[in-house]
């Protein structure tokens, strides 16, 4: 009964999918009020009756129904209830279930809380919402139906897969989807901005929240997705360029320039074509992303329940939903009133800046990524690995960090060459003395290493300039978000060039009782010993290490290799332990002939930084947003005595 | 300066970006985009020695063997007309098995041979690599 229920409730949400749009359609073609004012509501049943739909799948998934398909294909009833969870979006079509009701959610929250928008503008916008959805639910409802039926019922089902049962992994899927999806809003508002040809400030302002949002939860599924692959993978690494990270990674580069250039829009009223169309980039991007993850065109170590039969579905939706939108820019952009000038050195100028040098990053990740799709297409059989990105990429994002070491110090419309110089003294000269005493003390480091920690001291300081001598009462919140995000950037590149530059390995065939060093550590394979857990069993290493003299303070490390039987499947699960400078990382191996084990060992100097540092950018999304809002909240009124 | 002025300067100034970043790419890929090669494709055509590549396929039963050091292993690549030799110093990946898929990272030897620095094997234990799929009998799905 369940399972029926939540497929009518997906087919409802979809027939008010269709109503939305069509009642936004003709209201503002035929400037109807009746149907107008009824948009809203119907965005929120339509984001109710998908949530609904969701639930009832998570229901499924928590009472082990196999007479239910997708249960028993992705489940176990012999796993951990937070899996049986996890498990409904751990697979095809739960997790674009899961999609189309983070989008149906998020038109529902714009028709409810959404305030700033004129009414025509608003109803655009929730029609362009819907015109998304109606492609998803067709998607759901005829390719990939979670609800179907398995007859007779499975006795146990086949499990999820064991990498994916991590806590971290379990929300992983919805923090990033909140953050993927949640950028179709930008589309939409950009959409229906177009539509009314309202594209002012008060459309960036209004759009603004939404993309702060998103992106929000967009750094921190990156960042928890890095750190995932870092200690669950035993690979020691924490991004891969693979394909199925780049997915996540391109619209996040899209967002963060939309959200700089959307800030130009509202403030000073310039870059308004430009802020539309990357309004589009930044949709297309997380579109493009779903088809490299969903399809199974690629190579990729990550991609988790492919289907190259649906990937021409998705390659459909987003032909029409691009091109449409392109359609519409193209038609519209040239009566966009151009906005306000501004001067080359001013703040609009660095955003300027910083927009070409994110959208060169962009394009470089998207031609790497999609590069070998089109060699493909033309009978060569390519990848194109992590050298290629480092090297490409690389030296852009240190240009990238280097402008944002100047940009916040601008002054809006105009400033002067004299004042700047003397603003960025105290950053460049700690970029240069760090660089130097780097080089003195570690000597030999690659020159982006070098060039990377000279650059996170500078753009460390430079980050406070903004708050520097201000009231912290009085200082806006939004600035506040602005100097920790920045400051998180810092942070993060610290510990990437720091672990890329001075991470020590070593791989042994370890004998116990033996010692091996590794960065400052002496280790030593003390035993290993059988362990057990809810539905797995594991062969534990118990593994000392200590620094400096020998009788000193011990850690112990329990690197483990995992038994799951169902499905059968072995996995290494690292044992890290950090410490104030660093994480010492281990990986048992399997045992020869002899009786020793290999025993993988890394010492990460200042690794964790890199996710602490994603961590303080997400925080300062997060507080830019609350300002936002608040401010927000004051004008209020206004707004509605206008409806 | 003018309006027409900044914005002429302004599209110099992206088309700069724009090249300096396309040189940076088309240099990059040039020496380090790495060909993905399957045993057949070996067999047919000589890959280039020692640069940079992919090697994908099965891993042959029976064909694992781990060297008296600890930490080397040696096992045979296989598709369905072609097999390669692999050496491999290292932990291998979780879900890497015999009659498993496989994407070894490495380069070609003199011999014939295929030193892997990274082995890639999928996460999910249905996975062959599309390539290999295309030229084996399709993997069971639903048999439990």
Same mark, same amino acid.
Request: hydrophobic fraction near 15%; aromatic fraction near 0%; proline fraction near 0%.
């Given at each position: 009964m369940i399972a029926e229920a939540g497929l009518a409730a997906l087919w409802f949400a979809a027939a008010l999918a269709l109503l939305q749009l069509a009642m936004a359609g003709l209201g503002l073609w035929l400037k109807q009020d009746e149907l107008i004012a009824a948009v809203r509501p119907v965005a929120i049943v339509q984001g109710l009756l998908a949530a609904l739909s969701f639930g009832l799948l998570v229901t499924l998934f928590l009472q082990s129904d196999m007479s239910v398909l997708l249960v028993a294909t992705n489940s176990h009833s012999a796993k951990p209830l937070l899996y049986k969870f996890a498990g409904a979006w751990g697979n095809h079509e739960g997790s674009m279930l899961l999609w189309v009701t983070v989008l149906a959610l998020a038109g529902a929250a714009i028709g409810l809380i959404? $305030?700033?928008? @004129?009414r025509a503008t608003l109803t655009a916008t929730l029609g362009a919402q819907a015109f998304i959805a109606i492609g998803f639910y067709a998607f759901l409802l005829t390719a990939s139906n979670p609800f179907a039926r398995l007859s007779p019922a499975a006795a146990d089902g086949m499990g999820l897969n064991p990498l994916l049962q991590d806590p971290g992994l379990a929300f992983h899927p919805p923090t990033l989807y909140f953050g993927y999806v949640g950028l179709s809003i930008a589309f939409s508002f950009a959409v229906g901005a177009m539509v009314t040809r309202e594209v002012g400030p008060v459309f960036a302002r209004a759009m603004r929240p939404w993309v702060l949002a998103a992106w929000v939860f967009l750094t921190i599924g990156i960042t928890a997705g890095s750190y995932w692959a870092y200690y669950e993978l035993g690979w020691g690494g924490w991004w891969f360029w693979d394909p199925v990270e780049n997915a996540s990674l391109m619209p996040w580069l899209a967002a963060t320039a939309l959200l700089h250039s959307v800030n130009v829009l509202a403030a $000073? @009223? +310039?870059l308004r074509a430009w802020t539309l169309m990357l309004a589009v980039v930044v949709f297309s991007m997380s579109m493009v992303g779903t088809f490299l993850v969903r399809s199974g065109i690629l190579t990729s170590v990550h991609a988790f329940a492919v289907d190259p039969t649906r990937g021409s579905f998705i390659l459909v939706l987003l032909a029409i939903y691009i091109g449409g939108a392109l359609v519409l820019y193209g038609a519209r952009v040239g009566r966009v009133k151009a906005g306000q000038g501004f001067d080359l050195l001013s703040r609009e100028g660095g955003l300027v800046l910083n927009n070409l040098l994110l959208s060169v990053i962009l394009g470089i990740v998207l031609i790497g990524t999609l590069y070998p799709i089109l060699a493909q297409a033309m009978g060569q059989q390519l990848s194109v690995g992590p050298p290629f990105f480092n090297k490409a990429a690389g030296p852009i994002a240190l240009a990238l960090v280097a402008a944002m070491m100047v940009g916040p110090l601008l002054k809006w419309r105009r400033d002067d060459a004299n004042a700047l110089l003397g603003k960025i003294t105290v950053p460049v000269a700690v970029s240069a003395v760090t660089m130097a005493l780097t080089f003195v003390i570690a +000597?030999?480091? +690659?020159w982006m290493e070098l060039v990377g920690l000279g650059l996170a001291a500078g753009l460390a300081v430079a980050s406070f300039a903004p708050v520097w001598k201000r009231n912290p009462l009085r200082t806006p919140m939004f600035t506040w978000g602005m100097m920790v995000a920045h400051f998180g950037v810092a942070v993060s590149l610290a510990g990437m060039a720091a672990d890329s530059a001075f991470t020590s390995e070593r791989l042994v065939a370890a004998r116990y009782g033996q010692p091996y060093y590794v960065g400052p550590y002496r280790v030593v394979l003390n035993g290993v010993a059988p362990t057990i857990g809810e539905n797995w069993s594991a062969v534990e290493g118990r593994v000392t290490a200590s620094r400096g003299p020998v009788d000193g303070p011990m850690i112990l490390l329990r690197p483990q290799r995992r038994f799951y039987s169902s499905p059968p499947t072995d996995t290494a699960e690292a044992a890290i332990a950090t410490r104030v400078d660093g994480q010492l990382y281990a990986v048992l191996g399997t045992q020869d002939a002899e009786g020793r084990w290999q025993l993988r060992l890394w010492w990460k100097p200042f690794v964790t930084l890199i996710w602490f540092g994603g961590g303080l950018i997400a925080l300062g999304g997060a507080l830019s947003l609350i300002g936002r809002v608040r401010r927000a909240r004051r004008n209020v009124k206004r707004w509605e005595e206008a409806w | 300066m003018k309006r027409k002025h900044q914005r002429l300067f302004l599209g110099l100034a992206a088309l700069v970006a724009i090249g300096g970043a396309s040189a940076l790419a088309l240099s990059a890929l040039q020496d380090q985009a790495a060909f993905f090669y399957t045993p057949s494709d070996v067999a047919t055509g000589k890959p280039e020695i020692g640069k940079a590549a992919r090697l994908g396929g099965m891993v042959e039963k029976g064909s694992l063997k781990h060297l008296p050091d600890g930490v080397t292993m040696r096992f045979v690549v296989a598709d369905a007309t072609a097999t390669v030799p692999v050496q491999f110093k290292g932990v291998a990946p979780d879900l890497f098995k015999e009659g498993s898929g496989v994407v070894a990272e490495g380069s070609f030897t003199g011999d014939g041979g295929f030193v892997a620095t990274n082995l890639l094997a999928k996460h999910d234990e249905r996975y062959m690599p599309p390539e290999i799929a295309a030229k084996m009998p399709a993997p069971e799905t639903l048999t439990k």
């Open positions: 959404e $305030r700033k928008l @004129d $000073r @009223d +310039g +000597g030999s480091i +690659g | -």
